[in-house]
C-alpha cells in the first residue's frame, strides 16, 4: 500500500473556502494512470493535478476529476504553481512552458497588489466554438428555468480554450440564482458533445468591478455537480464576449460561486497574436489542507 500527499489549494480566492479547491500531488512521476484515478476519486475535489517531468516543456500536468483525465483544468493549474511557489520551486517573475494535454502552454508569475499576493498567468489553448443544435426547451429544464431566461441576443454555443463546454447566456442574474441542474440529464441534450460541461453566464454581476457572472455545472461523467470557479471556462466567456457579443474591451473580471457559499474571481485578457485569438487566465490561491491518501 502506498501513501500518497494530497494538498488542496483554493484557486482564485486569497482565503481557504472561498475560492474553488483543487488537489495537488507534488510527486506525480512515481503514479501510475490508474492510481492517479483513485486518488483523484478519493480525494474527492473537482479536480486534482498531478505534477510530473516533462521532455518538451519545463513541468507536465496531468489533471482528473473523480470520474476521468481532462484535458486541461485552469483552477488547478493555478494550485499547482502556488504550491510549487510555496515549496520554494518557482518565484514570481518566472516563464514556464508546462505540458498537458491540451498542448504546451505559456505560464507566467508574478506578485500582485501591496501585499504581494503571487499570482499565476496562463495562456490558454486558443479558443474554438462550436454551434448547440440541441433541444433548447429540454436544456432549460435541465438548468431549472425557462426558454425566457435564455439571453435573446447572445447564441447558446459550444467553446473550448482546452475543455469543451456549452455557454448559455441568460438575460439576468436571477436566473443564475435559481438553477437547479439535473446533470444526468445533459448527455442526451447535448447530442453533438455528450461529454462536454454546461457554463450559464449573466451579463448583470453581483461585484461592481465584475464584467460577467458565471456558474458551471459538471458533465455527469466528471463525478462532479458544480465547478465553484472556472478558469478555461472563464477563458472561453472572454473569447465569447469578443466574438459574439462584439465587446470593446480586452479584459474581463469573472465572478463565480457565489451561489454555492464561494466567491472567487478570474482575471480574463484576450489578445491577438499571429491574425488568432488567445485568451490569457490569471488567479491566486491559499493553502486550505492536506490529506494523505491510502492506495
Known amino acids: 500500500m502506498k501513501q500518497v500527499e494530497v494538498l488542496r489549494y483554493d484557486a482564485f480566492s486569497k482565503e481557504p473556502n472561498k475560492g474553488n479547491p483543487a488537489g495537488v500531488v507534488l510527486e506525480g512521476s512515481r503514479l501510475t494512470d490508474e492510481e492517479m484515478q483513485l486518488i483523484a476519486k478519493k480525494a474527492g475535489y473537482n ?3 498531478f505534477l510530473l517531468p516533462s521532455k518538451s516543456a519545463d513541468l507536465r500536468l496531468r489533471y482528473f476529476t473523480p470520474g476521468h ?10 494550485a499547482s504553481l502556488y504550491a510549487l511557489y510555496e515549496k520554494g520551486g518557482i518565484g514570481p517573475g518566472a516563464e514556464l512552458k508546462v505540458e498537458t494535454k491540451a498542448g504546451n502552454l505559456t ?3 508574478g506578485y500582485a497588489d501591496e501585499e504581494k499576493h503571487f499570482f499565476v498567468t496562463l495562456e490558454q489553448a486558443p479558443p ?5 443544435a440541441g433541444d433548447r426547451a429540454k436544456l432549460a429544464e435541465a438548468l431549472g ?6 439571453h435573446d441576443s447572445l447564441p447558446i454555443v459550444y467553446g473550448s480554450t482546452g475543455t469543451w463546454t456549452l455557454l448559455v447566456p441568460v438575460q439576468h442574474l436571477a436566473a443564475c440564482r435559481k438553477m437547479q441542474p439535473k ?3 445533459f448527455p442526451a441534450i447535448l447530442t453533438d458533445m455528450p461529454r462536454a460541461s454546461v457554463h450559464p453566464f449573466s451579463l448583470e454581476t453581483i461585484h461592481r468591478d465584475s464584467h460577467l457572472h458565471g456558474r458551471h455545472f459538471s458533465s455527469p461523467y466528471s463525478g462532479t455537480i458544480e465547478d465553484p ?14 466574438t459574439y457579443g462584439e465587446a470593446d474591451q480586452n479584459v474581463f473580471l469573472i465572478e463565480q460561486g457565489q451561489e454555492i457559499g464561494k466567491d472567487g474571481k478570474v482575471k480574463i485578457e484576450i489578445f491577438e497574436e499571429n491574425g488568432e485569438m488567445k485568451a490569457k487566465m490569471t488567479g491566486t490561491a491559499v493553502f ?3 490529506q494523505i491518501i491510502d492506495i
Do not use: Q
Open 145 to 150: 428555468i425557462t426558454e425566457a431566461d435564455f
Open 229 to 242: 470557479v472556472t478558469g478555461t471556462a472563464s477563458g472561453v466567456m472572454g473569447a465569447y464576449m469578443k
Open 107 to 109: 505560464v507566467k508569475t
Open 288 to 290: 486550505a489542507e492536506k
Open 183 to 185: 446533470n444526468s440529464e
Open 47 to 49: 479536480e486534482t493535478s
Open 69 to 78: 483525465e481532462m484535458n486541461l483544468c485552469g483552477h488547478a493549474t493555478v
Open 128 to 132: 474554438s466554438f462550436r454551434p448547440f
